[in-house]
Each structure stands twice: as C-alpha cells, then as structure tokens.
T-cell receptor, first 111, second 114 residues
Framework: EDQVTQSPEALRLQEGESSSLNCSYTVSGLRGLFWYRQDPGKGPEFLFTLYSAGEEKEKERLKATLTKKESFLHITAPKPEDSATYLCAVQAAQAGTALIFGKGTTLSVSS | ETGVTQSPTHLIKTRGQQVTLRCSSQSGHNTVSWYQQALGQGPQFIFQYYREEENGRGNFPPRFSGLQFPNYSSELNVNALELDDSALYLC?????????????FGPGTRLLVL
C-alpha cells in the first residue's frame, strides 16, 4: 500500500535555529514528490516538486532533498513567518494522478 | 494569471441535506482534483476530472459526485450529508495530467454538518 509518513508531528524552533522535517514514503513507482505549506484554514501553497533521487531544490530559507525512501525539508535560520504546517505528498504510478498526503509537520518559530 | 478559486468559503448544513461546492481552475489548467481534509489530517483524494470525465476516484462513497464544465470549472456534490463530512474541501488544478504534474490548490470551502 502506498503511504507517506511525516515526522515530527510538531516542531518548535527559536528564530534562527535551523532544522529538518522528514517525509518517508512507500510507493510503487514514484512519479513525483511534492511539498506544500499550509496556513490555518487555508489551502496548501505549493513549494517544491522532486522527481528523482539526488534531486534538490531551494527557495529562500527552504531546501528540499530526495532519496529513494525519504525526502527532507531543510529550514535554514527560520523566521516567525515560516510558522505553518508543511505537507508532503507523493504521486504513485499505481494510484494514477492522485496525491497521497502525509499528516504534516506543524512548525512554530518564536522570536 | 488567476489562481484557483472556490465558493462558498464557509457553509453550514444539517445531516441528510445535500451540498454543492464550486471551483474555478487556474488559467491554462484543464484537470481538476477534489480533496477532503479533516482537522489535523492531510488531504484525502476524492476524485479527479479531465475533459469533463471522471479520471480517478479515491475511497469515497457514490454520494460524493462531481462535474466538470467545458470551461474546466468543476462542482463537488455531496448527498445525504453525515456528521463526518464536516471538513475543509479543497480543489486543485493542474495542466493535462500525464503524471508528475504539480497540483495547485484553492483556498478551500469549510463545511460544517450539524
């Protein structure tokens, strides 16, 4: 069964304290791995798409990496405005074009 | 470029009623997917529409149905509402989906069933 597990469930950081969020996945043929940011009561906001192991993408303080079994979202010197829930999703060959989401990691950054 | 829009933003219904949620896809996108997100959970795939036809369905009962129109906008209909249907309903659009295409989400419709 295709599934996605994110850890930790919640993460509290001080402003400037770098850390990483983990997304482990089990899929039958990865078509793509997606990272989204979601603010409370809002729709997910697209961050990155990764397609193959070894691929990396960066945007401001965020960097996403991909291996054959997991992806990491590295946050460098976070600011309070980075506080949100970060969702990881995969698209698997046998699941068509549906996105399979993890439960997310809720990040809180305090000043 | 116009993003994905959804209406209404909030809705309150009672058990047994029917509801219709609407979505306008992002300019240039002809594929629309619907997701249900319960509180504290990740979104769950309901179904996808491409060229006005259902193109994949998740583990949701037939009382969840949908439509896509020639302008690529879409509707999600839910009949015989149950308390567990209370959730954030998300619409996402993407270009013709051959696999691996990024899906862009709208702001969602918050449905409360009493």
């Amino acid at each position: 069964e295709d599934q996605v597990t994110q850890s930790p469930e919640a993460l509290r950081l001080q402003e400037g304290e770098s850390s990483s969020l983990n997304c482990s996945y089990t899929v039958s043929g990865l078509r793509g791995l997606f990272w989204y940011r979601q603010d409370p009561g809002k729709g997910p906001e697209f961050l990155f798409t990764l397609y193959s192991a070894g691929e990396e993408k960066e945007k401001e303080r965020l960097k996403a990496t991909l291996t054959k079994k997991e992806s990491f979202l590295h946050i460098t010197a976070p600011k309070p405005e980075d506080s949100a829930t970060y969702l990881c999703a995969v698209q698997a060959a046998q699941a068509g074009t549906a996105l399979i989401f993890g439960k997310g990691t809720t990040l809180s950054v305090s000043s | 470029e116009t993003g994905v829009t959804q209406s209404p933003t909030h809705l309150i219904k009672t058990r047994g009623q029917q509801v219709t949620l609407r979505c306008s896809s992002q300019s240039g996108h002809n594929t629309v997917s619907w997701y249900q997100q319960a509180l504290g959970q990740g979104p769950q795939f309901i179904f996808q529409y491409y060229r006005e036809e259902e193109n994949g369905r998740g583990n949701f009962p037939p009382r969840f149905s949908g439509l896509q129109f020639p302008n690529y906008s879409s509707e999600l209909n839910v009949n015989a509402l149950e308390l567990d249907d209370s959730a954030l309903y998300l619409c996402a659009s993407s270009p013709q989906d051959r696999g691996g295409e990024t899906q862009y989400f709208g702001p969602g419709t918050r449905l409360l069933v009493l």
